[in-house]
């Protein structure tokens, strides 16, 4: 229930370090169970997830595994590690001795192929995996004892220039192949016409060796690592068929039959552009994140003595004093000292108006100053601001495998095996049933380029790519595939009541004393709370100072969990609770008991202050305004059919007002913190499939617990560490829309595992039969990964409900 971040700024240790490895090469399902099966069999790794969507490996090592051994195994294994070159301008060098210090720092870093460092030119040249940032390297060499900036901004790597060449070698290839194909368009308007055999094997070949070598190459990786793969299939399928029609073009010269050259450079062609077109789908897919990673500014204005001076924001150092002039980003996480504006952090939690900021409250880095000058005091930098955890929940989700990729996994071991298998029975029967070598070579060209590996191994990764992305947009974290795929089987949603529900920011509605003054039951009851961040306790202290009451200090200060808090003020021995400690001190609330009754009624929380001999000196009430958006949430929830709990430590009545005004299905009140774990698993025992919405430390074992666990990002880091879900904005309206995301990516993952496996399941026999001809049937399996990874893109159409 405390405010105390907007975000974690801590982290738990996991059971190992977790590396994120970029891989090239891989092209189907098959290849990513290859990756995983190599990276499981380095000693010290405990796991390893290859997503083919992200093309990136998420692999769990303890401290015997460095980053050098993991890429030898993704190397072995056939593939490369994605990398880029990034250079560093370094000062304060002087000697042999520092290059090498640098140089030994730069090394340590997760991810650093090479480093080499130049004392002459102050400069140090990285290879690094894709995805290391520059100033990751300037803090490693910083940590050093020098100083670091990039050289120029940090370069991209090779991915831009690869995919134009991609898109180079598709244009080539299919003007290469067009003449091929003409003859065959025109032969279905009647006209008998073929280019000479010479000119066709001419056309062919730079098409079936050069623009295919990637098939042959890829292929023979998967042959020596005693598997198969997408581009195995597709070499066999097209060699086969230019084989046959070199074989013919030879034996018969100008008495040649029907020659297959366009079968085998339309295939590839085809499956060029497929590859082509599904890469620049796969990059849609991402767009959140991009779109997030464009928001870290790259320099910050820092106030040094009366000076501002522009530095890399690798050079800001917590503490540091940020100026912000208007329209500008907000360069890190930290507090407004002087100034005043709104502030639009509307890519970062969702929230669509801009935010009003004055002295004392907190700002996040890439967000938007709108009209004021802020002077800001910096909490975060590097990887622990707001905005990089962020990129990283959302990365990591998207890495991650749900639990139904596992039956694709499955599938994809024996996939390719089957499919030679079915071309050589293909083969061997047309051949025995017809007599005909070229027909049964035919038939089993189209069994290989007709079967899709590809679309089985990203029918599941691109809908979960767009699925966090698209909530990431809306700020709905999800932390994990796991509680996504979850998500969308949601039966009920317990609600904690106070900071999410409520506003969580509860006022002194009500002070009734018992043998004193009013001012005196609120002197004493502000100085036992004093000390507290409880919400409840805030609001004791205010209203005394409201009335300017002078509060006494307090000693011997003691929480009393799900209870109270006791202390000594003024050498008198005090306890202030709810209606539990009362009953277990064995006080009777006497004439109060009305007053209590009626308070309660009205939605208040009710808290009393006792001493330890058993006098009762009085109650005080609390009222905390229901967020304008909860009982549109509640009635969300109903339409999607799913039944609402509240479940709080707070007094029945309270609860119970809440719950009424809310329309909620049941409350539960006055749980323990320690007891809301037990209620949650007491539903689940019930059948249901429960997710748990709380803000606050007490939240966390009912968010743990649950099958869902979602987090309300104002609410306290231990809550958010045990969620699968945190909501960047205190709003719980953000639920059902979390809900609803992961019921329509769960729909996209069936929608694409159905399509898959269809195209399959009736392409395979259809070829087999001899129904399919082999160009058909390789624009079949091009355009069938584009097809499921478009259905995903879908998803980014969602929109809030209003």
């Excluded at 370069?155 to 180079?168: L, N």
């Excluded at 008198?572 to 277990?584: H, T, V, W």
Aim: with cysteine.
């Amino acid at each position: 229930m405390s405010n105390a971040t907007s975000l974690s700024t801590t982290t738990i240790p996991p059971a190992g370090r977790e590396l994120d490895v970029p891989i090239e090469g891989m092209t189907c399902a098959s290849c990513v169970r290859r990756v995983e099966k190599a990276l499981r069999a380095i000693p010290g790794v405990s796991g390893a997830d290859v997503n083919l969507g992200t093309e990136r490996a998420r692999v769990t090592v303890d401290k015997t595994v460095d980053f050098g051994t993991v890429r030898q195994a993704v190397e072995k294994a056939g593939y490369q590690v994605a990398h880029q070159e990034i250079d560093l301008d370094i000062e304060g060098m002087t000697c042999a001795s520092c290059v090498g210090r640098v140089e030994k720092a730069l090394r340590k870093i997760d991810g650093v192929l090479d480093a080499s460092v130049n004392l002459a030119t102050e400069s140090a040249h990285v290879r690094v995996a894709a995805g290391v940032a520059a100033d990751v390297l300037a803090r490693a060499i910083e940590t050093a004892g020098y100083h670091a900036r990039p050289h120029v901004a940090e370069q991209a790597g090779p991915q831009d220039a690869r995919r134009d060449t991609e898109y180079a070698k598709v244009i080539i290839a299919a003007l290469l192949s067009l003449p091929l194909i003409v003859p065959m368009l025109l032969e279905l308007a009647g006209v008998h016409w073929m280019l000479p055999g010479w000119l066709q094997l001419v056309l062919a070949t730079p098409v079936q060796f050069w623009l295919g070598g990637r098939f042959y190459r890829a292929g023979w990786k998967a042959v020596k690592a005693g598997a198969g793969n997408m581009d195995l299939l597709v070499a066999l399928g097209t060699s086969a068929a230019y084989g046959l029609s070199v074989y013919q073009l030879l034996a018969y010269g100008d008495d040649m039959p029907h020659l297959y050259f366009e079968a085998a450079a339309v295939v590839i062609t085809l499956v060029l552009l497929g590859k082509w077109l599904e890469a620049r789908a796969k990059r849609q897919t991402s767009a959140a994140i991009r779109a997030l990673q464009v928001l870290r500014p790259e320099v910050a204005r820092v106030r040094r003595g009366v000076d501002e001076i522009e530095v890399p924001i690798s050079q800001v150092n917590v503490s540091d004093l940020v100026v912000v002039r208007p329209g500008e980003r907000v360069a890190v996480d930290g507090l407004v000292e002087e100034g005043r504006s709104h502030i639009d952090e509307s890519l970062i939690t969702g929230e669509s108006l801009p935010v009003a900021k004055q002295p004392g409250d907190k700002v996040t880095g890439g967000s938007i100053n709108a009209e004021g000058l802020l002077l800001v005091r910096t909490t975060a930098v590097g990887g622990e601001t707001t905005l990089s955890r962020i990129i990283r929940l959302v990365e990591n989700a998207q890495a991650a495998k749900a639990p139904i990729q596992h039956l694709v996994d499955k599938v994809s071991a024996v996939f390719v095996p089957v499919v030679l298998l079915i071309a050589l029975v293909t083969f061997a029967g047309w051949w025995m049933a017809a007599g005909n070598l070229e027909t049964a070579i035919i038939n089993a060209v189209a069994v290989l380029v007709i079967a899709c590996p590809c679309a089985l191994g990203l029918a599941t990764p691109a809908a979960i790519m767009a699925g966090t992305g698209v909530g990431a947009t809306h700020g709905i974290l999800i932390k994990d595939a796991e509680a996504l795929e979850l998500a969308h089987s949601v039966t009920t949603v317990v609600f904690d009541k106070t900071g999410t529900l409520t506003e969580g920011r509860p006022v002194l509605a009500e002070a009734v004393p018992n043998g004193i003054g009013k001012d005196e039951l609120v002197r004493l009851a502000a100085a036992v709370q004093q000390g507290s961040e409880h919400p409840l306790a805030r609001a004791v202290v205010e209203a005394a100072k409201a009335k300017g009451i002078a509060v006494p200090p307090a000693s011997q200060v003691t929480a009393l969990p799900g209870r109270g808090v006791s202390a000594v003020i003024e050498g008198r021995p005090l306890k202030l609770g709810s209606s539990r400690l009362l009953q277990e001190s064995g006080i009777e609330a006497g004439s109060l008991a009305a007053a209590a009754e009626a308070l309660q009624q009205k939605g208040n929380t009710v808290s009393w202050l006792m001493t330890d001999d058993g006098s009762l000196l009085g109650l005080l009430a609390f009222g905390d305004r229901v967020k304008p958006s909860a009982a549109r949430t509640v009635s969300r929830l109903h339409a999607l059919g799913v039944k609402t709990v509240l479940l709080t430590g707070d007094n029945k009545g309270s609860a119970a007002a809440v719950g009424d005004a809310l329309g909620i299905d049941q409350v539960i009140a006055e749980v323990l913190p320690a007891d809301k774990a037990e209620k949650v698993n007491s539903l689940k025992q019930q059948g249901q499939v429960v997710a748990m919405v709380g803000d606050g430390i007490n939240d966390a074992p009912a968010l743990a617990a649950a099958d869902v666990g979602i987090a309300m990002a104002t609410g306290t880091d231990v809550a958010m560490h045990a969620a699968g879900v945190t909501l960047m904005r205190g709003e719980p309206a953000l639920v059902p829309d979390a809900i609803d995301i992961s019921r329509r990516t769960y729909s996209k993952i069936r929608q694409n595992l159905f399509w898959a496996f269809i195209y399959n399941l009736v392409g395979i026999p259809l070829a087999a039969f001899g129904l399919l001809n082999p160009v058909i049937a390789g624009a079949a399996m091009a355009f069938s990964s584009v097809s499921v990874i478009t259905n995903a893109l879908l998803l980014r159409r969602w929109k809030a409900a209003s």
